[in-house]
């Protein structure tokens, strides 16, 4: 079946820090690649995704490109801000999944001003 | 954009009483929508997938009733708890599918219960 796997946290960074969260996958078929991102006490928002390989993501400065070659999908930022602290689900879709998203395991990160 | 709400955003019990939570699509239309639990410093685990004028399908291991869910029209779905106990304490999440979207769903706030 499907699955996702990314670092697991907290990741604690100060502010201005470059932010890497690892993210591979497994899809049965031809994923869509999605980062979502939760604020504490919030549901999930979308904050990325790419459909296809080699395409990139990119929203409030994080970015991730859809490596199909090593199955990855890497969230990054050049410079987090405090704001940015959150937890981090990286998730897939496939066609045959009727709609039904399969979620990693989170990753929280701290930005420490 | 497709708004999810989801209400009550917290709610505090005690043991044995059933809790309503609601979902609603407000300004679309949801033929389908999905109820996820989230335990502390975990991820989303589905429950169930709820369709409109029909039964939910739950994920192994849920049970139905346990946690009834009523999808009657295309904006609104429930998930009751019934019976709650202390161990049903949970972050609890909604999410509704809009066709019209190139989202696979959109998310509510979530309902934090906590039973006493």
């Known amino acids: 079946g499907d699955s996702v796997t990314q670092m697991e946290g907290p990741v604690t960074l100060s502010e201005e820090a470059c932010l890497t969260i690892?993210?591979?996958?497994?899809?049965?078929?031809?994923?869509?690649l999605f980062w979502y991102v939760q604020y504490p006490g919030e549901g999930l928002q979308l904050l990325l995704k790419?459909?296809?390989?080699?395409d990139k993501g990119s929203n409030k400065g994080f970015e991730a490109t859809y490596r199909k070659e090593t199955t990855s999908f890497h969230l990054e930022k050049g410079s987090v801000q405090v704001s940015d602290s959150a937890v981090y689900f990286c998730?897939?879709?496939?066609?045959?999944?009727?709609?039904?998203?399969?979620f990693g395991g989170g990753t929280r990160l701290m930005v420490k001003p | 954009g497709a708004v999810v709400s989801q209400h009550p955003s917290r709610v505090i019990c005690k043991s044995g009483t059933s809790v309503k939570i609601e979902c609603r699509s407000l300004d679309f239309q949801a033929t389908t929508m999905f109820w996820y639990r989230q335990f502390p410093k975990q991820s989303l685990m589905l429950m169930a997938t709820?369709?409109?004028?029909?039964?939910?399908?739950?994920e192994q291991g849920v049970e139905k009733d346990k946690f009834l869910i009523n999808h009657a029209s295309l904006t609104l779905s429930t998930l009751t708890v019934t019976s709650a106990h202390p161990e049903d304490s949970s972050f609890y999440i909604c999410s509704a599918r809009d066709g019209r979207s190139n989202q696979p769903q959109h998310f509510g706030d979530g309902t934090r219960l906590s039973i006493l």
């Open positions: 709820s369709n409109e004028g029909s039964k939910a399908t739950y």
């Open positions: 690892n993210c591979t996958y497994t899809a049965t078929g031809y994923p869509s």
């Open positions: 998730a897939l879709i496939t066609n045959n999944a009727g709609n039904m998203l399969t």
């Open positions: 790419a459909t296809k390989a080699d």
